[in-house]
Each structure stands twice: as structure tokens, then as C-alpha cells.
């Protein structure tokens, strides 16, 4: 195969060199074209555009292939943890047993934070939506820790501000959701696992005993595994573009909440249960709504069904849907909507129309579900979808801050008036 590539513009040509990835992804490297040529490239969306050369995570939509440093998704939300996986991403290798148990230490020691939290988040009120508050407070962190805003950490700075962060963001979002519910805060506790600690900070009370149970801290883990890392999404893409100005962990960190906060992204999960909501305020004829989805003319979608990049299968949608079933097993839970959900599912998995055009449930789907049986509120979602990105946020930053990449700069064609002269307001 060729190494490089030839673009012919005006008559004149020009050689491109051809990158070539690890798992043998191709691209034209066009870093001199503008310098060349003269000419920009145009891609909306970026859709066709390599913004950077990552070791962090590979996916092969076509293949349903999702692999972080090189291990398959399958094996790591089989064997390991949200914590050993989150070691993995950010420091690329899996840890051995002291540096786990060192890695797991750092962040207990900083779940806690500091009392002035508490009257940040009085200020807002009840009906505040969790991702605008965990935004901010994650944001807020760099008035807490100034020393986070040096360009020039050491290694050893950036490692407490990833403990820092890793800590405390389930602390911030458990608080949220006491905040809106009117319920007292709880303090973490340093005995407990990170899965385990952040439910009893989210459901227990302090008028009686709470026990964490094995199964949601399981599904829990799996959960935030799945979403721990996805390539060059939009929320990753903003943490990077953030971070090339030299910007902090937590002000990088903060932008991708709010990316991640968009309906088009992080909000998938949110919007299957209220689709199933609809379905059930309108009867709950699952059957309806299918030959609706059917229906081209008819303007209703299903939610969490088929991807935007897996074109056969959701690996991670295999491994969820294990869980899934396994939560409303041992939880025992009867919710009329969780029963439309499971008509729908099985209508996807055996109904031609669907199988053809290879609409399967995807991980929104059985993440919805699992938290709604789990009983969080579904503003809570996408802050779960936060919290389990955050370490993929995190290396993403790092490996952009050690490669030391340039301040991220597209370029624009400019469709707008040319020049005019200015005219003067009694005359316009």
C-alpha cells in the first residue's frame, strides 16, 4: 500500500502522507495542506476528521469492536472494577495489587469536601438540574485547590488533582440529589468500596442502618465500565479542546459535563424512560408504538435503540443487558414502565424489521432501566453517565497535556457579507 497520498488542485499536485494506526486505521495527513495549497479542509462535524493520535481507546463500529489500552470491553466489565478500569485508562496498564490498593487510598482520602460545598449548594434551588450544579461545582474545585491553575504541574501534582477529582465528584453528585429532595447530606465513608460508598451517600438516612446491596454495586461497576471511555466524542473532544489552552484538570473537566448535558449526547438514557412514560400514559400498548416506529411517515422514534457508531452491535449492550436482567430479578421490582420496556426489547430482538435494519437495544436503553429500578430520578442519569466517563475524560487531558499538543484552532469559510461601507443610523 502507498504511504502517501496525492492531491492534484489547479492542475498542481501535492503528497500527502498516509498515518497508519496500530489496528490498522488510515489517514491522510493534511497538518501541511493549508501551508501547501493554500486550501482548507471542510468537515462539518468533524465526522471525517482525526483531531488527534490517541493510545486510549479503540472502536471499530462496523465490527462492534470497544477495546481501552487494548483489553475488550467483554473482559474487563467480566473481571475487573470501575477503579482497577479508571488506573487503566488514565496510566495506561493495568495495576498491580499495591498500586490499586495505593490508587484506591488516594481517592478515599478525598472524597470529603470542603464545608463551604454545603453553602455553595444551599444557594440553589431544589428544582436545579444535577448537571448544571455538578458543572459548576466541579469547576468550583479550582478556588478550593488554586494550585490546580499551574500549566506546569508535576507528575505528582496532576496525580492528587486526578485523586482530588475522582473523589470528590461522587460526593458532589450525591449531594445534588439530597439537595433536591430535601434530604440531609451524607459524608462518605473511607471503609467503603468507590460503588458502594456513592449509593449509601445517595440513599441512606441517618434515622436508621442502610446495606449496600452486592447486586446494584455489581451492576453499578458494569455500568460505569461501559461508559468509562468512547474515542473521540463530543464531550471527549471538548475536554481536549479545553485542556490545549493550558486550561485546568477540573475547568476541562467541567466543560465536558456541560457537552455531555446535551440531549444529542449524554441525555440518550434520559429519554427511554420518557418515552416508556409516554407509552404508559397513553395506555401502554407497547404493540402500538412498535408499528408506530414502523411507520416512515409517523414522526415517533424509539429511544435507545441502534447507534450512531455501531452499525452491527453495541458491545456494551450485551454485557448490560446481563445485568439488567439480573437487577429486576433480585430487586423483584413491578413498575409498569419497566414491563413496557421489556415488551419493547423483546419485540427488537425478534421482529424481522428490526433485526434487518439491526435496531437492537443499545446500552441507553438497559442504563435507563437499571437506574430506574435502582431508584434514581431520571435527571440523575446523565450525571451517572459523567461520573463513569470521568476517567476517560481524565486520560484524554493527560495524553493530550504529555504529548504536549498544540491549542486546538479549526479553521472556517467565511459565507457573510463582504466588505461594506458603514451606514449611518438616520439613513438606514
Not at 26 to 45: E, F, M, P, Y
Not at 70 to 75: A, V
Not at 330 to 349: F, M, S
Not at 366 to 375: E, L, V
Request: some cysteine; hydrophobic content about 40%; proline content about 5%.
Amino acid at each position: 500500500m502507498s504511504d502517501s497520498a496525492e492531491l492534484i488542485l489547479e492542475g498542481k499536485s501535492y503528497t500527502l502522507p498516509i498515518v497508519v494506526g496500530t489496528e490498522n486505521e488510515k489517514a491522510i495527513d493534511i497538518n501541511s495542506l493549508r501551508a501547501q495549497t493554500g486550501h482548507i479542509t471542510i468537515d462539518s462535524g468533524y465526522k471525517n476528521t482525526g483531531a488527534t493520535q490517541s493510545a486510549i481507546t479503540y472502536l471499530d463500529g462496523e465490527l462492534g469492536v470497544l477495546h481501552y489500552r487494548g483489553y475488550s470491553i467483554e473482559q474487563l466489565a467480566a473481571k475487573s472494577n470501575f477503579i482497577e478500569v479508571a488506573y487503566l485508562l488514565i496510566y495506561g496498564k493495568l495495576p498491580t495489587q499495591h498500586e490499586l490498593t495505593h490508587f484506591n487510598e488516594q481517592i478515599a482520602k478525598r472524597t470529603l469536601v470542603h464545608e463551604n460545598f454545603r453553602t455553595l449548594l444551599s444557594a440553589y434551588p431544589a428544582n436545579a438540574h444535577p448537571m448544571g450544579i455538578l458543572s459548576s461545582m466541579i469547576c468550583s474545585l479550582t478556588a478550593f485547590h488554586p494550585d490546580s491553575l499551574d500549566p506546569n504541574l508535576t507528575d505528582e501534582q496532576v496525580d492528587l488533582n486526578i485523586a482530588r477529582l475522582m473523589g470528590k465528584i461522587t460526593t458532589i453528585a450525591a449531594w445534588s440529589y439530597k439537595h433536591a429532595v430535601g434530604r440531609p447530606l451524607v459524608y462518605p465513608k473511607k471503609s467503603l468500596d468507590y460503588c458502594s460508598n456513592f449509593l449509601q451517600m445517595m440513599f441512606s438516612d441517618p434515622t436508621e442502618n442502610y446495606h449496600v446491596n452486592p447486586v446494584v454495586v455489581d451492576a453499578l461497576n458494569k455500568l460505569l465500565i461501559l461508559h468509562a471511555d468512547h474515542e473521540q466524542n463530543c464531550s471527549t473532544s471538548t475536554v481536549r479542546l479545553v485542556g490545549s489552552s493550558n486550561a485546568s484538570l477540573f475547568g476541562s473537566i467541567s466543560a465536558g459535563v456541560n457537552a455531555l448535558w446535551g440531549p444529542l449526547h449524554g441525555g440518550a438514557n434520559q429519554e427511554v424512560i420518557e418515552m416508556l412514560e409516554a407509552i404508559k400514559a397513553d395506555g401502554g400498548d407497547s404493540k402500538k408504538y412498535i408499528e408506530k416506529a414502523k411507520d416512515k411517515n409517523d414522526p415517533f422514534r424509539l429511544m435507545g435503540f441502534g447507534h450512531r457508531v455501531y452499525k452491527n452491535f453495541d458491545p456494551r449492550a450485551k454485557i448490560i443487558k446481563a445485568a439488567c436482567d439480573n437487577i429486576l430479578y433480585n430487586l423483584g421490582v413491578k413498575d409498569p414502565i419497566l414491563e413496557i420496556a421489556k415488551q419493547l426489547e423483546e419485540a427488537a430482538l425478534t421482529d424481522p424489521y428490526f433485526i434487518e435494519r439491526k435496531l437492537y437495544p443499545n446500552v441507553d436503553f438497559y442504563s435507563g432501566i437499571i437506574y430506574k429500578a435502582i431508584g434514581l430520578p431520571k435527571e440523575m442519569f446523565t450525571v451517572m453517565f459523567a461520573i463513569g466517563r470521568l476517567p476517560g475524560w481524565i486520560a484524554q487531558w493527560k495524553e493530550m497535556r504529555e504529548n504536549k499538543e498544540p491549542i486546538g484552532r479549526p479553521r472556517q469559510i467565511y459565507t457573510g457579507q463582504t466588505a461594506r461601507e458603514y451606514v449611518d443610523i438616520k439613513n438606514r
